[in-house]
């Protein structure tokens, strides 16, 4: 597994590739699993999208985003657990902002916020989805009214 991730300073990553693989014949099982097994193998980004194919059959795009020195392990990839019979490489430079995480304090527990950070003042705040599923469901109060609560923590 390939454990590197970018740092969280404001940068500029040049070194990055998009690949993408049209498919027409997959079910969505596999795709599920081919996107685990992508992200686990240092996928930056793994995504679908519905496409019409050659004589209007329905398919799927199936992009990801990963450093250069990936491509080989990305491509192994794809053509093991895929149906796919070629691969389309694109470079390409991702503007990546600050990223900060902090832990804000609800009235049923802490939840971590990922916050993105440019020129010095945050300009997104992102709740820790997993985090706050298990307060809805231990403390049985609706996903929404966990997100109002750490939106009125961070000034949303």
């Known amino acids: 597994m390939d454990s590197y991730r970018p740092p969280n300073n404001e940068h500029i990553d040049n070194h990055m590739v998009k690949m993408e693989v049209n498919l027409d014949d997959i079910s969505g099982e596999w795709l599920g699993y081919v996107m685990d097994v992508l992200f686990d193998a240092g996928a ?3 995504f679908y999208t519905p496409i019409y194919m050659k004589k209007n059959r329905p398919g799927v795009l199936l992009q990801l ?21 070629g691969i389309r490489y ?7 902002m600050e990223r900060d995480f ?10 971590t916020v990922k916050q993105g950070i440019s020129n010095g003042e945050v300009f997104q705040s992102s709740p820790e989805y997993e985090e706050c599923r298990k307060i809805a469901e231990k403390h049985k109060v609706p996903l929404k009214k966990v997100y109002e609560e750490v939106w009125k923590h961070v000034g949303k």
């Open 90 to 96: 694109y470079p390409l430079t991702v503007h990546r």
């Open 44 to 46: 930056n980004d793994v």
């Open 65 to 85: 985003l990963c450093r250069k020195e990936a491509i080989g392990q990305m491509k192994d990839i794809l053509l093991k657990e895929t149906t796919t019979l």
């Open 102 to 111: 902090v832990q804000v304090e609800t009235k049923w527990g802490s939840i």
